[in-house]
């Protein structure tokens, strides 16, 4: 009675500690943000009527340049990018691991077999003792006996042994928890990929069309420069004006023509970075990308949402969390090696010396029962990792916070560099606008005679530098815009269910989802 009395007590236990947890229970951190970003408060001339606070940004933000080449890059870079597709395979990696920790709830069984030849030294132990000359004493068959027990014999032996270890103190559950949160970690890591990607090939793809822009004013420039040398070279046959114009108007023309390599090797570059990102060699999309297409256009207006939405939204804000949650659990692992151990043995398997009598129940053994291990002294490595834990579970309380503040950092820079670029575009163009018609005035009145060609030298060249200075303007507002998506952080949110092409390590090809 009393066994059982014992067996009821501690199942009893184990049922009551089944539910406890060593460590503290991990709290979502409260990201301590403004009531709206720094830059929109800031007093400006024309306050910016193109950000909009009350809407979120959208997910597929490089939609808005309304461009479907970009779009198919995109899309395309998605499913090619090969920093993209090891990001998805380390998530791969991290889900093993929870299963691997998972695998500790369950018993273990594993199975053996073995044959060995066994001498036992019993003639050895009866000799030492005098054991061995009274029995030869007694008789022929007892001497006989022992000769036959004292020979090498063959074992024969299969056997199944379990052992399964109560998680007591919940050191399996936090070991759980923690792999969760590392794999949480991973995909916002691949999330982060992600939206870096997207705005590398958009910013890739902008550089691109904005040297060909530039490329094109450049031309322009080149063509009114070579009709102000052919100009210059009629006057000069007719004796209306020095050979020294049209010289000044050829040094002109070389100056502008001087200038097209720059943008030239800039449209190359930007072709050969597209393929890569895609996955590709670079040179691969350059019959595609060669033609000229203009700038895409900039959206009218560009929702920015609130801060306290940002810590929700950015994947670098998300993956901080991830970590401190599974730095929290880790505290609870580390805890719950302070505690007893218990777990629960056995064994079952037949032995004979003749192989044909295993299958006879009569050659049957077996064992079974708890096993406890309690930590008495391990040198303070114990007390040394919780004390370590705790120490790595405020810094990355401290890394969260400095994320959170970096992220609006972020915003703010961007937002500010969008504004004044858009402010200096105006002005750039009011500028090439009023050259412009300086340009046509000076040329006007050199063709009447009324006016110095060193005039019209000088107004070509300010209308030169303000026509390309607009242009690189435009491509870095653009360029901006791209800056203020990525560090909203939006991008991810439409491919949570990303799959990877089949890839084979060791064996079938696997299919990864993220």
Not at 229 to 255: C, I, Y
Not at 322 to 337: K, M, P, R, Y
Not at 361 to 368: A, E, K, L, N, V
Not at 382 to 411: E, G, I, K, P
Request: charged fraction near 15%; aromatic fraction near 6%.
């Amino acid at each position: 009675m009393s066994a059982y009395v014992s067996r009821f007590t501690l199942s009893a236990l184990a049922l009551a500690l089944v539910g406890c947890s060593v460590g503290p229970d991990y709290q979502a951190p409260q990201a301590k943000t403004p009531s709206a970003y720094n830059d929109v408060n800031h007093p400006k001339k024309n306050p910016a009527d193109s950000i909009a606070l009350s809407s979120q940004p959208s997910p597929l933000w490089w939609k808005s340049f309304k461009d479907p080449q970009l779009d198919s890059l995109i899309d395309r870079a998605i499913a090619g990018n090969i920093s993209l597709q090891q990001a998805v395979l380390r998530i791969a990696g991290a889900r093993e691991q929870v299963t691997q920790a998972k695998g500790a709830w369950m018993p273990s069984v594993n199975a053996s077999a073995k044959a060995t030849r066994q001498q036992l030294g019993l003639r050895g132990e009866l000799e030492s003792t005098g054991a061995q000359g009274k029995i030869d004493a007694l008789s022929p068959e007892a001497a006989s006996a022992i000769d036959t027990a004292t020979d090498p014999i063959n074992i024969y032996q299969g056997s199944f042994d379990a052992s399964w270890e109560l998680d007591l103190f919940g050191g399996t559950r936090r070991s759980v928890e923690m792999a969760n949160a590392q794999t949480q970690s991973s995909v916002e890591s691949r999330n982060d990929a992600l939206v870096s990607l997207q705005a590398e090939v958009a910013r890739t793809y902008l550089q691109l069309r904005g040297a060909q822009t530039v490329l094109a004013a450049i031309q322009t420039q080149i063509d009114v420069a070579q009709q102000t040398l052919e100009l210059t070279q009629s006057q000069a046959q007719h004796g209306l004006a020095p050979q020294l114009d049209v010289e000044n108007s050829r040094a002109q023309l070389g100056s502008l023509r001087a200038q097209l390599p720059q943008y030239e090797s800039q449209q190359r570059q930007a072709m050969n970075g597209l393929a890569v990102l895609l996955g590709q060699i670079p040179g691969a999309l350059d019959g595609e990308l060669t033609q000229f297409k203009p700038l895409p256009t900039i959206p009218a207006v560009v929702a920015v949402g609130v801060p306290s939405e940002l810590a929700r939204r950015r994947p670098d804000v998300r993956k901080a969390e991830a970590d401190l949650h599974a730095a929290t659990a880790n505290i609870g692992v580390s805890v719950a090696q302070l505690f007893p151990s218990i777990s629960l043995t056995g064994q079952f398997g037949m032995r004979n010396s003749d192989s044909g009598y295993l299958t006879d129940w009569s050659s049957h053994f077996y064992s079974f029962g708890p096993q406890v291990s309690i930590p008495i002294f391990q040198g303070g490595r114990l007390v040394s990792s919780v004390r370590l834990s705790r120490a790595q579970q405020a810094n990355a309380v401290l890394s969260y916070r400095q994320t959170v503040l970096t992220a609006l950092q972020d915003v703010d820079n961007a937002l500010v560099n969008y504004r004044t670029d858009q402010d200096r575009v105006n002005g750039l163009e009011e500028s090439a606008n009023a050259l412009q018609t300086s340009f046509e005035l000076a040329t006007d009145g050199y063709k009447k005679g009324l006016s110095s060609f060193i005039n019209v030298l000088d107004a070509q060249r300010q209308l030169a530098q303000a026509r390309q200075q607009s242009a690189e303007a435009k491509v870095q507002t653009s360029t901006d815009l791209v800056t203020l998506y990525k560090s909203l952080g939006g991008g991810w949110e439409p491919y949570q269910n990303y799959k990877l092409p089949s890839y084979s390590v060791f064996g079938p090809a696997e299919t990864v989802k993220p």
